[in-house]
């Protein structure tokens, strides 16, 4: 099949949207479909749309819609889609509509949509592999790292303000990846460097240089306050990194409701003292993160990510 991939992020954004694209691009191209990636559906020729976005590819969708009334149309949905957007923007509800089926990252993003439309749900767990050649962690400090761009959606100083709390003696510094998006937020991460010994903040990097951090890194932190189910999480598990996170949907969908490694969104404090039982190892606290973080690794293995997409897509042909 001819396959037009949309999402409204642009080519070489490093951002999650272009990122998750380009992977199902290269993964249905090897089950063997032509595949065109483009910004906007604006008539191209295809036999399926899959577009990444309710609200930001809204008038793609409607397009395609008009242009193929009985073609498959597959709307994956993000964190601001399922948490967000489809409770009060009329744009993202119609998508939902004219769609055949949803991709959702996680299971718990089913339960947001309207209940007669979650039969068209399927769940695809983002996957990932680790950087080759061994990654061993940063000597003499233990390393958390924060993979976020600076936007308030992703509480991205949190972090470092929760490295402030921890006593002197703690080994913890903050490593921190990421564009800054906004001028403000730029300005307050440089600040909070000069100020803060424990935080880094490196900008925007590269994916390559991203992973390796990560490898090298104790912990990875998410401090979102909302996530469809961050690329991120699946990259730490497939790195063998454990993940302490904001109790959102988006990170218990994957992680499992009774993970340890939760926090309240916007809680510096009990941040800091899960980095300081982390550090410590309180009661073997970092290993059971690692044993959970370890089990759940098959979740993210790019096979399953391919089989579940040839299954969609052979469901959509069978229908």
Not at 30 to 50: K, N, S
Not at 105 to 133: F, K, M, N, T
């Amino acid at each position: 099949m001819r396959i037009c991939l949309v999402t409204p992020a642009p080519p070489r954004s490093r951002q999650g949207n272009r990122v998750t694209a380009e992977r199902w691009a290269r993964i249905l191209r090897g089950l063997g479909h032509d595949i065109v990636t483009a910004e906007a559906y604006d008539r191209q020729r295809c036999d399926v749309l899959v577009a990444l976005h309710a609200r930001r590819s809204a008038a793609s969708v409607e397009r395609f819609r008009e242009r193929r009334p009985v073609s498959p149309l597959v709307l994956a949905l993000t964190g601001t889609d399922v948490y967000r957007d489809i409770r009060g923007c009329e744009a993202a509800r119609r998508s939902l509509a004219l769609a055949d089926r949803f991709v959702v990252l996680q299971p718990l993003a089913v339960d947001e949509l309207p209940e007669h439309l979650r039969g068209r749900a399927r769940v695809i767990y983002q996957s990932a592999r680790p950087p080759p050649g061994r990654s061993p962690p940063a000597a003499g400090v233990f390393q958390v790292v924060v993979l976020a761009h600076l936007r308030p959606v992703k509480d991205p100083l949190l972090a470092a303000a929760a490295a402030r709390r921890l006593p002197p003696e703690s080994p913890v510094t903050v490593v921190h990846l990421g564009a800054a998006l906004e001028a403000e937020l730029a300005a307050r991460a440089r600040a909070e460097q000069a100020c803060n010994p424990r935080y880094r903040w490196l900008g925007e990097a590269s994916r390559d240089r991203a992973l390796h951090t990560l490898a090298r890194s104790r912990l990875l932190v998410l401090t979102s306050t909302l996530e469809g189910g961050a690329n991120v999480v699946t990259e730490a598990l497939a790195c063998s990194v454990p993940v302490l996170s904001t109790r959102i949907p988006g990170s218990v969908g994957i992680l499992g409701p009774d993970y340890p490694g939760y926090f309240p969104v916007g809680d510096a404090a009990g941040l800091a003292a899960l980095l300081e039982r982390a550090e410590r190892d309180d009661e073997g606290f970092y290993q059971g993160l690692q044993r959970r973080c370890e089990a759940l690794r098959p979740l993210v293995d790019p096979a399953r990510e391919r089989r579940s997409w040839q299954q969609l897509l052979a469901e959509l042909a069978a229908g």
